[in-house]
């Protein structure tokens, strides 16, 4: 089935007629409402969020808001002319409670708007011929006792960063989770003249995403740093003296002093809705999607951080979720494809960045099943790390420490599915650049 069936099934109306409503107005939602514009579409275009802020980038919440260095007008993804001046209705502060959708997937939900106190509610419904499904995620919570406690934080919003940012001196504050959000709020909590330990049930950091290398040499730099890392630790309980945090018990019996905790354990998609509408959704959470983002019922389209797709570039059925700015822009190019009955974008590499203290990690493709590591150092610059992964001699993917000229290269070079002899890979007398470019890669 090619994507003008698809826009053709899903109901008679021309495909850039369409009323389209989103749910959610985050990353995947606005670059979604763009590119559908973009590409020619004409009718109305709806995007309900339920932050009651303009849309907003996420990444600097753990390191420039997080530190001061940007205001909430600087992560503004786009400024409200863009939204009226494109014909997008944006709805802040608004929940989606309720859809109801047909075979042909058009429909209409519900909307609940808190006016100040909870007994000011209003309600509203809004009729879509397509609906897309851009909810994202929540943080993963920690069932241990005291974990309900008032200063015990996550970081996924704006308001949760802005909590953080208060606490920052006001004693340790304890990171649970050696994640990327973690790792990124504990580098800047230290840079701002902070405390902070990260304590991680793993092995290793960033166990997920990044191979061991990689892991173990970021977990060298935050010591280096001042950042206390205690791995295969499990709390037990968040200690408290009258209302006051003062310490995470861990499970081999140690106390570690605390006045803030920081969850960074981890998101859940926000799928509730996609279950709801009776979509298939992951035993683990996330909106099962295909590459086209469609989701089970074939009508009804899901992007971002709420969805579990084909692992690119794999074809073996096997699902992946992808939690990153990079995923849904990618995810909302084919979308609107979808949407639009225009042929499918091709898929590129997945990448990934996150900035941690002075350190600046970029990652494309996804480690896994690779055979083999290579290394490249720079004797100059000691802060300086490349690690890449092959499988049977072919590069499946990169991890680079402070090393953006290399990234775009091997990020381009893995994208053309290059052969690149290992010899030339691991030889850092000349720049990346320059060897590949020699060697016709
Ligand atoms: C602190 C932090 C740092 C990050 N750093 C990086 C980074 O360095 N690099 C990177 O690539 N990625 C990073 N990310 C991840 C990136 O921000 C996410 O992948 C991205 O935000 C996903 O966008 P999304 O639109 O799918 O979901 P979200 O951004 O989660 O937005 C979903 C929106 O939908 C709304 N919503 C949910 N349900 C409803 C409903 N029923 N009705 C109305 N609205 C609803 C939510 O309130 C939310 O505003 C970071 C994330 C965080 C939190």
């Known amino acids: 089935m090619n994507n003008s069936d698809v826009a053709g099934r899903a109901s008679a109306v021309d495909p850039r007629e369409a009323r389209i409503v989103v749910v959610g107005a985050s990353h995947a939602a606005v670059a979604l409402a763009d590119r559908l514009r973009a590409g020619g579409h004409r009718g109305t275009l709806t995007l309900i969020g339920s932050e009651r802020h303009l849309p907003y980038q996420r990444p600097p919440l753990s390191k420039a808001f997080l530190k001061g260095d940007a205001d909430v007008h600087a992560l503004a993804l786009r400024d409200i002319e863009f939204f009226r001046s494109h014909g997008i209705a944006l709805q802040t502060g608004e929940r989606v409670v309720d859809v109801r959708r047909g075979k042909d997937g058009s429909g209409v939900l519900h909307t609940l708007r808190r006016h100040g106190s909870a007994d000011e509610m209003s309600s509203d419904s809004y009729a879509f011929d397509r609906l897309v499904l851009a909810t994202g995620a929540r943080p993963r919570r920690l069932l241990i006792p005291g974990a309900g406690h008032r200063n015990v934080l996550a970081l996924r919003d704006l308001d949760d960063a802005a909590r953080l940012r208060d ?48 892991a173990a040499w ?98 073996d059925g096997s699902l992946i979720r992808l939690e990153s700015v990079d995923n849904s822009d990618e995810q909302a190019a084919r979308a609107t494809c979808t949407l639009l009955g225009t042929e499918p974008t091709a898929r590129s590499v997945p990448w990934f960045w996150s900035d941690q203290g ?76 320059k060897l590949l470019a020699t060697a016709q890669v």
């Open 358 to 433: 002075t350190y600046k990690l970029q990652m494309a493709g996804l480690v896994g099943d690779h055979d083999d590591v290579v290394l490249r150092t720079d004797p100059i610059r000691p802060d300086r790390r490349v690690f890449i992964y092959l499988r049977a001699g072919t590069m499946t993917a990169v991890e680079c420490v402070n090393s953006p000229a290399d990234f775009l290269v091997l990020r381009k070079a893995l994208s053309r599915q290059a052969a690149i002899p290992r010899e030339v890979l691991e030889d850092n007398s000349s720049p990346l650049k």
């Open 167 to 214: 606490r920052i001196h006001r004693g340790p504050v304890v990171v649970i989770g050696g994640g990327f959000i973690g790792l990124e709020a504990a580098a800047t909590i230290k840079a701002l003249g902070g405390e902070a330990v990260v304590v991680e049930a793993g092995p290793q950091l960033m166990g997920r995403a990044v191979g061991a290398d990689t």
């Open 218 to 315: 970021c977990a060298a730099a935050h010591r280096a740093m001042g950042i206390g890392i205690e791995l295969l630790s499990r709390p037990e309980a968040i200690v408290t003296d009258g209302d006051q945090i003062i310490g995470v018990r861990l499970d081999d019996g140690r106390r570690i002093a605390a006045a803030t905790v920081l969850i960074g354990i981890g998101v859940l998609p926000r799928d509730e809705l996609a279950r709801a509408l009776g979509l298939e959704c992951a035993d683990a959470g996330g909106v099962v999607v295909d590459e086209h983002c469609l989701a089970s019922d074939g009508v009804t389209v899901a992007i971002g951080d709420c969805t579990i797709q084909p692992r690119p570039g794999v074809g």
